[in-house]
């Protein structure tokens, strides 16, 4: 005799139903986890963005304002920019940030680039000074400007010590020189983000393939060709990473100033944050304090973007 299995189509019909409505709890849990996180992202960050750009266009004083007055606050900005003799910091905030930022970029890139290829020669103790160089980049800013207005102040630090060892004639002021204050912000900031650049790099490094430098050294280049027409070439995705890195920490430096200079004699450290954060909570000028945030928003996303799109474009490729 020949037993025919037979199957309940409504047990089938459930057990289907069951599957299908755990798949898909199983495919939306990932969202339902990251919605609040998700939420609170657009309300807090892309929200306020959103509601700075808006009081920009107002004339907001000591409490945001709702009437709309067109480009004003811009055109106060602008003018005082283009001005031979500008009544605000705008015009010396707008020069700090070229001078710290194309001296603090291109150090960071030169030295980080110069100690990942010395660690990447497999020298003796490379262990110890890996880490020695990436500790800077653990402390916070205001720790590294307090450390260095301590090193850099002429009455406790490396002047004073100096002096104490019969070195007299050395002087070092420029923490208090309004003409080289802006210099101490880079020595500091390059300080504790070479190392940084450096893990970068080295990482860049250890990523290439032997056997090309092998095949290089066979056809007789030197180190010093090898580095510069193999290794540097292939080290240009790290350089356009650490360029956009060191870029948006530079336009957003606000506490290294606060804590290494206090702004400088006369606000003559000033960066453009820290224009934005005296006019907006100390000045009364909220409006002209968030058009300045805004074109620090325009100005790192003139890189980032950019830079985003043609790594969307690699990928698509």
């Not at 916070?140 to 100096?162: H, M, N, R």
């Not at 420029?174 to 204050?181: A, G, R, Y």
């Amino acid at each position: 005799m020949t037993t025919v299995a037979t199957t309940d189509p409504v047990l089938t019909s459930k057990s289907s139903s069951r599957t299908s409505i755990r798949g898909r709890l199983q495919d939306a849990l990932p969202k339902i986890v990251l919605a609040p996180s998700f939420l609170i992202t657009v309300i807090f960050v892309y929200g306020f963005i959103v509601w700075t750009a808006y009081l920009s266009f107002t004339n907001s004083k000591t409490f945001p304002s709702y009437v709309l007055t067109g480009t004003r606050a811009y055109e106060r900005l602008w003018r005082w920019t283009f001005e031979s003799d500008p009544p605000s910091s705008w015009y010396t905030s707008i020069t700090n940030m070229g001078i710290f930022g194309f001296l603090y970029i291109f150090i960071c890139l030169g030295l980080g680039l110069l100690l990942a290829i010395l660690l990447d020669q497999k020298i003796r103790g490379e262990g110890i000074l890996r880490p020695i160089f990436l500790y800077p980049m653990a402390l916070s800013f205001i720790v590294t400007g307090v450390a260095w207005k301590w090193f850099l102040d002429p009455g406790l630090g490396l002047e004073q010590t100096l002096h104490q060892f019969g070195w007299t004639s050395f002087h070092f002021d420029w923490i208090k020189n309004k003409d080289f204050v802006i210099y101490t912000v880079v020595i500091a900031g390059v300080w504790q983000a070479s190392g940084f650049v450096m893990a970068m790099f080295l990482a860049g490094l250890r990523g290439i393939d032997g056997e090309i430098m092998k095949a290089a050294q066979i056809d007789g280049a030197s180190p010093f060709q090898m580095y510069r027409r193999i290794v540097i070439p292939m080290l240009r995705p790290i350089f356009l990473s650490a360029f956009i890195v060191l870029a948006h920490m530079a336009i957003k430096s606000y506490d290294l100033v606060v804590a290494l200079t206090s702004g400088g004699p006369g606000g003559s450290a000033w960066l453009p944050s820290n224009f934005m954060y005296e006019y907006t909570f100390k000045r009364n000028e909220m409006a002209v304090g968030s058009a300045s945030a805004i074109i620090m928003l325009m100005t790192i996303s003139a890189i980032i973007v950019p830079y985003l799109y043609s790594e969307l474009r690699e990928k698509a490729r």
